[in-house]
């Protein structure tokens, strides 16, 4: 099993940068793939950005395009999301989440439900 903290949230102004950071301990972190989602109030859960095992494959969800940018050190055990040009919509609770994946996996989701363990979150709040 692998543990997942997540921090670096905060409230901000609109155009303003944060970077979140989530650490994960007690187990390999390189077997796994990760993502970031986020949840507003009153709505589903999204994907935000993930990440395959190495880091050589990314995604992102349109509406972050351009703005976001996921990241990991495996040597840390640490997965980041840079978020610039913030916006008042980008406001919700961030998760990091994480499933393990064979060696060879080049593996990358966007929903929720395949992912197996998930931190606590942090909330983001990008005021007008």
């Known amino acids: 099993q692998v543990q997942l903290v997540e921090s670096g949230g905060g409230l901000v102004q609109t155009g303003v940068s944060l970077r979140l950071s989530c650490a994960a301990s007690?187990?390999?972190?390189?077997?796994?793939?990760m993502g970031w989602f986020r949840q507003a109030p009153g709505k589903e859960r999204e994907v935000v950005a993930a990440?395959?095992?190495?880091?050589?494959?990314?995604i992102s969800a349109d509406s972050v395009k351009g703005r976001f940018t996921i990241s990991r050190d495996n040597a840390k055990n640490t997965v980041y999301l840079e978020m610039n040009s913030l916006k008042p919509e980008d406001t919700a609770v961030y998760y990091c989440?994480?499933?393990?994946?064979?060696?060879?996996?080049?593996?990358?989701?966007?929903?929720?439900?395949?992912?197996?363990?998930w931190g606590q979150g942090t909330q983001v709040t990008v005021s007008s």
């Open positions: 007690g187990d390999a972190f390189s077997s796994y793939a």
């Open positions: 989440a994480a499933t393990r994946v064979p060696y060879t996996s080049t593996w990358i989701g966007t929903s929720p439900f395949r992912y197996d363990y």
């Open positions: 990440t395959s095992r190495s880091g050589g494959r990314i």
